[in-house]
């Protein structure tokens, strides 16, 4: 069964807590993708990576941090620096191809991160 | 600049078609893509169409593209009551360079269907 896991489904932390949200594919896919979601708001692109051991800021990095050790796994970490981090993140990934052409983007089942 | 405007709700009767619309301000997109989702959930891809298609059918869905007016649609003919969800319209900009492997996303239709 091919796809995208994201775990927790729910996870509460105190505020100043660093946080690290799983996100694993087995769908072979190069790049991968962080998205939070706001209620009433759309996609908002955190960092994504292209490759292993390569990643880039999308429109919202600050307090955030990812690493990409692996094809399969591309972990995101809240920090105590991100002022608002109670969010829903949505863990993507897409085929990537040296031309740059971008393909659909399939997506994990989220992580509800709520921080008090 | 990239955005894509979409409008918040919808409310259909079950049985119905649903037409969400979709506009985009970026006239070099490649692909445009439809998502769903429901409540607590990922987004799940429906449908994507090709800048220089007019038309995609997909049983229950039919996506239009008006690229003179930048304007994107999705019908969903017969609609049910499972099909009350969230829907995205999202562009890519294909090989543009940087940022070309973003999404843009727009904040979402929220399709209510009354049984």
């Known amino acids: 069964d091919g796809g995208i896991t994201q775990s927790p489904k729910y996870l509460f932390r105190k505020e100043g807590q660093n946080v690290t949200l799983s996100c694993e594919q087995n769908l072979n896919h190069d790049a991968m993708y962080w998205y939070r979601q706001d209620p009433g708001q759309g996609l908002r692109l955190i960092y994504y990576?292209?490759?292993?051991?390569?990643?880039q800021k999308g429109d919202i990095a600050e307090g955030y941090s990812v690493s990409r050790e692996k094809k399969e796994s591309f972990p995101l970490t809240v920090t105590s620096a991100q002022k608002n981090p109670t969010a829903f993140y949505l863990c993507a990934s897409s085929i990537e191809t040296t031309s740059g052409v971008t393909y659909e983007q399939y997506f994990g089942p989220g992580t509800r991160l709520t921080v008090t | 600049g990239e955005d894509v405007e979409q409008s918040l709700f919808l409310s259909v009767r079950e049985g119905d078609s649903s037409v969400i619309n979709c506009t985009y301000t970026?006239?070099?997109?490649?692909?445009l893509y439809w998502y769903k989702q429901e409540p607590g959930a990922g987004l799940q891809l429906l449908t994507y169409i090709f800048s220089n298609m007019d038309m995609k059918q997909d049983q229950r869905l039919t996506v239009l593209l008006n690229k003179k007016d930048k304007h994107l649609s999705l019908r969903i003919a017969d609609t049910q009551t499972g099909d009350s969800a969230i829907y995205f319209c999202a562009e890519s900009m294909g090989d543009s360079g940087a940022g070309s492997y973003q999404l843009t996303f727009g904040k979402g239709t929220k399709l209510s269907v009354i049984p």
């Open positions: 990576s292209q490759i292993v051991n390569d990643f």
């Open positions: 970026d006239s070099s997109s490649t692909y």
